[in-house]
């Protein structure tokens, strides 16, 4: 969002500047149709663009986002094997310890 913002602040700064090169002693008088169609085309363009950039925005938070879910739940069950390890090995040694201590002849 920060990015979008510094584009349309440099878009906005330069469209002032065209618009004070190309119009000499404007006034609010002088305010005609072509002004008026001019910035509602770039109203509609800077809509577009903004609804292009937020969808694409979007798109990759929610990747991002089922990424970190899957990351987290592969660790969760990375936890669960290494619990179930231990108590396998921890059978064993118990199984190994009673087969020690009563030896069969």
């Not at 440099?10 to 002088?30: P, R």
Request: proline residues 2%.
């Amino acid at each position: 969002m920060k990015n979008l913002t510094i584009i349309g602040l440099i878009l906005l700064a330069l469209s002032v500047l065209l618009f004070y090169l190309t119009a000499n002693n404007f006034t609010i008088n002088d305010l005609g149709m072509p002004h008026i169609m001019g910035i509602m085309g770039g109203i509609g363009v800077g809509l577009i663009i903004g609804g292009l950039v937020g969808y694409v925005s979007k798109g990759s938070a929610i990747k991002a986002e089922q990424k970190k879910k899957e990351y987290r739940q592969l660790q969760k069950d990375k936890e669960d094997l290494e619990k179930q390890a231990a108590e396998i090995a921890r059978r064993e040694a118990e199984l190994r310890q009673a087969q020690n201590n009563n030896p069969q002849v």
